[in-house]
C-alpha cells in the first residue's frame, strides 16, 4: 500500500517459504509484480494463487486482468469469466472483460458487460464512465452525457469523466460546457483534458 513493493516481494516470498500453498501470498506478490510492470512474473504468481485458491474469483480476475496487459485477449476473457462464474455478482469481472471487449472493438458485449456490472452495483462509477464511452461511440451523444455525469456523482475527482463528458458535450454542439469539463479534467491531472482544453478552448 506505502508502494515499497520490492520489500513486499521480499516480506511475500518469505511467506509462500513458510507456507508454500498460501494462495494469498501469491495473490499479493502478483500484484506487487504487476505494479512493477512485470507482468509476466505477476501472471506466474496469479497462476500459483488460482491453483491453490481455486475458488477465489478475484485471483482469476487478476489473472484476467495481467493476460490483457500481455495482449492474450482470449486468455483474459477466459479468466474473467471464471471469476464471473465462481462469483456472479463479481462486478469488478464483468467491468474489466467489458473494458477488454470495448477495446477490441466488441460494442455489444461490452455494453451488456457494463449494464451488467451496473445492475449489480449501482454506486460504480468506472462502469458508468465505460458505458458512456460505448454510448459516445454510437453517437448516442445525450445518452452518454447523462452516464459521465452519474459516474462524475459518484466521484467528483473521476477526471476521464469529465474529459470524455467534455467531448460528447462538444458533439451535442456545447463547446462552452465541454471547455469547463475539460480544464476541470485538466486540474483533476487529466491529459486528456488538457490536450482538450488547450486544443478547443483558447477563447
Not at 488460482?50 to 482469476?60: E, L, N, P, R
Not at 467531448?167 to 487529466?190: F, T, Y
Request: charged share 25%; glycine share 6%.
Amino acid at each position: 500500500m506505502l508502494g515499497e513493493y520490492d520489500k513486499a516481494i521480499k516480506s511475500l516470498t518469505k511467506a509462500i517459504e513458510l507456507k508454500p500453498d498460501f494462495y494469498a501470498a501469491y495473490n499479493d506478490r502478483g500484484s506487487c509484480y504487476r505494479m512493477k510492470k512485470n507482468y509476466k512474473q505477476a501472471l506466474l504468481d496469479y497462476q500459483q494463487a488460482g491453483k491453490y485458491g481455486a475458488k477465489h474469483a478475484f485471483v482469476f480476475n487478476n489473472i484476467g486482468t495481467v493476460k490483457k496487459q500481455l495482449k492474450d485477449y482470449q486468455g483474459a476473457k477466459n479468466a474473467y469469466s471464471k471469476a464471473i462464474s465462481l462469483d456472479p455478482k463479481f462486478y469488478l469481472a464483468y467491468n474489466n472483460r467489458g473494458a477488454m471487449n470495448m477495446e477490441q472493438g466488441k460494442i455489444n458485449e461490452a455494453l451488456i458487460d457494463f449494464n451488467k456490472a451496473i445492475a449489480i452495483n449501482n454506486k460504480y462509477a468506472p462502469a458508468y464512465n465505460n458505458r458512456g464511452i460505448i454510448k459516445h461511440k454510437n453517437k448516442k451523444y445525450k445518452a452518454a452525457i447523462e452516464d459521465f455525469s452519474k459516474a462524475i456523482s459518484l466521484d467528483e475527482n473521476f477526471s476521464e469523466a469529465y474529459a470524455n463528458r467534455g467531448v460528447s458535450k462538444e458533439m451535442n454542439r456545447d463547446l462552452e460546457g465541454a471547455c469547463k469539463d475539460w480544464n476541470k479534467a485538466s486540474q483533476l491531472g487529466s491529459e486528456n483534458g488538457t490536450v482538450y482544453h488547450s486544443g478547443n478552448c483558447s477563447f
